[in-house]
Nanobody, 126 residues
Framework: QVQLVESGGGLVQAGGSLRLSCAVS????????MGWFRQAPGKEREFVAA????????NYGDSVKGRFTISRDNAKNTVYLQMNSLKPEDTAVYYC???????????????????WGQGTQVTVSS
């Protein structure tokens, strides 16, 4: 098990940018693929982005492709989500999640991720 703590959320105007961070402690960070998910009010939690343990593979949800970038720093046990060109529909609680997976591919399904952070609120005003 690992412990995950998200930070970097806040209020931003449409068109602006935010960078979320997720600090991971516990077991070996580099054994985990990492993902970001989000849940808007009244909606189900959805996949945003994922990155393999090495950083060599990434995957994005259709609604964020070309605007969001996931990255990781294994020396700092941290995964990031750079969010650009934010839209009001990006407003949600964003969750970081860990998947014990040393394969080259990444999962998009929530059930694959067995450790979750508490979430950080992102609000985009129009």
């Amino acid at each position: 098990q690992v412990q995950l703590v998200e930070s970097g959320g806040g209020l931003v105007q449409a068109g602006g940018s935010l960078r979320l961070s997720c600090a991971v402690s516990g077991r070996t960070f580099s054994s985990y693929a990492m993902g970001w998910f989000r849940q808007a009010p009244g909606k189900e939690r959805e996949f945003v982005a994922a990155i393999s343990w090495s950083g060599g593979t990434t995957n994005y949800g259709d609604s964020v492709k070309g605007r969001f970038t996931i990255s990781r720093d294994n020396a700092k046990n941290t995964v990031y989500l750079q969010m650009n060109s934010l839209k009001p529909e990006d407003t949600a609680v964003y969750y970081c999640a860990a998947d014990y997976n040393k394969q080259t591919f990444v999962h998009t399904e929530q059930y694959r991720y067995n450790s979750w952070g508490q979430g950080t609120q992102v609000t985009v005003s129009s």
